[in-house]
Nanobody
Framework: QVQLVESGGGLVQAGGSLRLSCAAS????????MGWFRQAPGKEREFVAA????????LYADAVKGRFTISRDNAKNTVYLQMNSLKPEDTAVYYC??????????????????WGQGTQVTVSS
């Protein structure tokens, strides 16, 4: 059974940083591209970032480019999202997801095969 468990969310002031982690089990981790999505209250789930199986390719939403960094450690079956220069509009529940694909990396949530439960990130102004 595939399990994705996010951690690292919390409350931070604008301009601050957080690092999210997503630990995967029940799948061959290095055969999945991984993504981060977020969903704010009353809004649709939106793409944040994705990383290829090897970690050699990444993709970002324009809203986070230059501020967020996605990475992975295949030895630890974990994907990370380093979030810097946080803004109040980054407030959302953040989800990690697994996509059984090679390339290209994908932005659409429906393309992803497994999801975590989410972790809340709140950025105060």
């Amino acid at each position: 059974q595939v399990q994705l468990v996010e951690s690292g969310g919390g409350l931070v002031q604008a301009g601050g940083s957080l690092r999210l982690s997503c630990a995967a089990s029940g799948l061959t981790f290095n055969t999945y591209a991984m993504g981060w999505f977020r969903q704010a209250p009353g809004k649709e789930r939106e793409f944040v970032a994705a990383i290829s199986r090897s970690g050699g390719s990444t993709l970002y939403a324009d809203a986070v480019k230059g501020r967020f960094t996605i990475s992975r450690d295949n030895a630890k079956n974990t994907v990370y999202l380093q979030m810097n220069s946080l803004k109040p509009e980054d407030t959302a529940v953040y989800y990690c997801a697994a996509d059984y694909t090679v390339l290209p990396l994908r932005r659409r949530a429906v393309e992803y095969d497994a999801w975590g439960q989410g972790t809340q990130v709140t950025v105060s102004s």
